[in-house]
């Protein structure tokens, strides 16, 4: 037998060498499956496609560097080196990095701009604008067509009919959605008329609902003035556009519950407010009731009639006064008067007799003089008391 | 923005009358009036509420500013 014989050891220690330098660094496009993440943080998984599968491993240094974590499923280019285990006679590939293919890369990319995002701060609360309580008009950007406009006219007419629907028909997948979608957002704010946007679109695969994973849309919601929630797909769909609105909805419909009021619960507030009123009003009545009763029982209250008596008592006084006033000017008077008369009396020639004197007339004519007399006249003497008649005897 | 009155500046200022009227801090002439106010825009809320529905509009940009038309379909099921 002059065929070579070949140890277990040596046949795997060529098959090695051949396979392993056959084959340097490679890339190789498969599906995963069987994925494992070891507690050591090593990645196992197996690389498949229709009719074969090929082993893989990503040591933890590697793995840790993946910016998004793989899934069994997820089609995806992985780029490694084929290495033989000699001991169980196995060979795998060492993998050195794994990028999504197809959707995988459209999530790749999603991570990717969200990790961007979030680091510029578009995501962070303190820009979360809150939601109008009782909005009235609200403005919604979505396809006029979809399953998602139809589920929130249903549910916002159903809670609150008399709500405002304004519609800015958009696409919103495809070639040009993003655009519209962004533009769609401007326009509204230009309206200005709504008060809140709810912007969405129904369920789909996360190509259809890329629209909402693109950057300009990101930071056209940003931007925005008005308050907008997010309601892209089911409840299991994230989206940046998610992240980046002042709210996320799981669905279309959820925003419609968010944001329109239910009218029985609106109705239930007028009330409130009527008997917190009402209640508000009879208190106050109550206190003016209260007061006025204090009031009239006061002192406070009496001092009209106080004030009435003082004048009353004042008039009195006055009149006191004027009464005394009179009767002191007409005893003035009197004394006045009879000072007059006394003086009057000095004058009276009468009085002037009754202090002595008598008064000389001859033929009616007072003598003042003796030049008017003659001897042998007959004068009459008037005296205080009577008269009488003499004849001159002498003049000197 | 609407020059109008909207449910929530309603229900905003009604808040403010209540508190208003709950302090006494006014007087009588004043709550009364805060009263018949707080009262007309109850009923301007109760009549928004029974307002009958509205039809949804298509905002459209036009070269002198926005319109907005009934959308013809129909997607009121």
């Known amino acids: 037998m002059d065929q070579k014989i070949y140890t277990v050891s040596a046949l795997t220690r060529e098959v090695k060498e051949l396979l392993e330098m056959s084959f340097p660094r490679l890339w190789v496009e498969g599906e995963i499956s069987n994925l494992k993440f070891h507690s050591s943080g090593h990645i196992y998984f197996t690389l498949k496609d229709e009719s074969a599968q090929i082993a893989c491993a990503m040591w933890r240094s590697r793995a840790n560097q993946l910016i998004f974590r793989p899934g069994d499923g997820m089609q995806v280019l992985v780029e490694g080196e084929l290495q033989v285990y000699e001991r169980g006679g196995t060979y795998q590939l060492i993998v050195q990095q794994i990028q999504p293919a197809g959707v995988g890369a459209l999530q790749m990319a999603f991570e990717q701009l969200k990790k961007k995002l979030h680091a510029e701060g578009l995501f962070d609360e303190q820009y979360k604008k809150p939601l109008p309580l009782y909005p009235e008009k609200i403005g919604i950007i979505t396809s006029p067509t979809g399953a998602a406009i139809r589920d929130i006219v249903s549910v916002g007419s159903r809670r609150f009919p008399c709500i405002e629907i304004i519609l800015s028909p958009v696409r919103v997948q495809g070639e040009g959605a993003a655009e519209e979608i962004v533009h769609a957002i401007k326009n509204m704010n230009e309206y200005g008329e709504v008060e809140v946007i709810i912007l969405g679109r129904g369920g789909g695969s996360m190509e259809d609902l890329w629209a909402f994973n693109e950057e300009s849309v990101a930071r056209a919601i940003f931007d925005s003035e008005i308050p907008i929630v997010s309601a892209v797909g089911h409840e299991i769909d994230f989206s940046i556009s998610d992240f980046v609105a002042d709210r996320r909805a799981p669905t279309p419909s959820a925003a419609a519950e968010l944001v329109v009021k239910d009218r029985a619960e609106l109705l239930g507030v007028t009330n409130y407010y009527q008997e917190r009123l009402n209640n508000g009003m009879k208190k106050l009545i109550r206190e003016y009731q209260e007061k006025i009763t204090s009031y009239s029982s006061s002192y406070a209250f009496r001092k009209p009639e106080d004030f009435i008596f003082q004048k009353i008592q004042r008039v009195d006084d006055l009149q006191k006064f004027i009464s005394m006033s009179l009767s002191h000017l007409i005893k003035l008077k009197t004394q006045n008067l009879r000072r007059v008369k006394e003086q009057i009396n000095a004058l009276n020639p009468q009085a002037i007799l009754g202090r002595g004197y008598s008064i000389c007339s001859k033929e009616g004519e007072i003598v003042k003089s003796v030049d008017q007399l003659e001897l042998q006249d007959i004068v009459d003497i008037k005296l205080a008391q009577g008269q009488f008649s003499s004849q001159v005897k002498s003049l000197q | ?77």
């Open chain 2, 1 to 77: 923005m609407t020059q109008k009155q909207t449910f929530e500046q309603a229900l905003e200022r009604l808040e403010q009358i209540a508190k208003g009227l709950e302090s006494g801090d006014a007087s009588l002439d004043e709550s009364l009036k805060m009263y018949e106010e707080g009262m007309k825009l109850i009923e301007f809320c109760n009549s928004k509420l029974n307002e009958a529905q509205k039809t949804i509009r298509k905002l459209t940009k036009t070269s002198s500013g926005f319109t907005t038309e009934p959308l013809d379909e129909n997607i009121q099921d």
